[in-house]
Nanobody, 126 residues
């Protein structure tokens, strides 16, 4: 079983940056996908982005392209979400999740995730 530990959330001013981390432990294997979702109280869940481990292929939701970057350090079994140019609309609870696939249907893969990290709150003040 694989456990995910998310960290790095907090309060930041609009225009600022945060980096979230998602560390995997347990029975990790070389080829798996890690990605991020977010949920705000007044908006639908969004599947933001994901990255595969083997070839490093990625998917980005259009609204975060150019602002968010996903990367991974396989030696540390950790995936990073660098978020820049944050706005109040980015305020949400962010969740990392593990899957076997990454692609443009990432949001629809929600119910098939293999494991989840606990949510980490990101609050952007305007």
């Amino acid at each position: 079983d694989v456990q995910l530990q998310a960290s790095g959330g907090g309060l930041v001013q609009a225009g600022g940056s945060l980096r979230l981390s998602c560390a995997a432990s347990g029975s990790t294997d070389d080829d798996y996908v890690i990605g991020w979702f977010r949920q705000a109280p007044t908006r639908a869940r969004e599947g933001l982005l994901c990255i595969s481990s083997s070839e490093g292929s990625t998917y980005y939701l259009d609204s975060v392209k150019g602002r968010f970057t996903i990367s991974r350090d396989n030696a540390k079994n950790t995936v990073y979400l660098q978020m820049n140019s944050l706005s109040a609309e980015d305020t949400a609870v962010y969740y990392c999740a593990r899957s076997g696939r990454c692609g443009s249907a990432w949001n629809s893969f929600y119910y098939g995730m293999h494991s989840w990290g606990q949510g980490t709150q990101v609050t952007v003040s305007s």
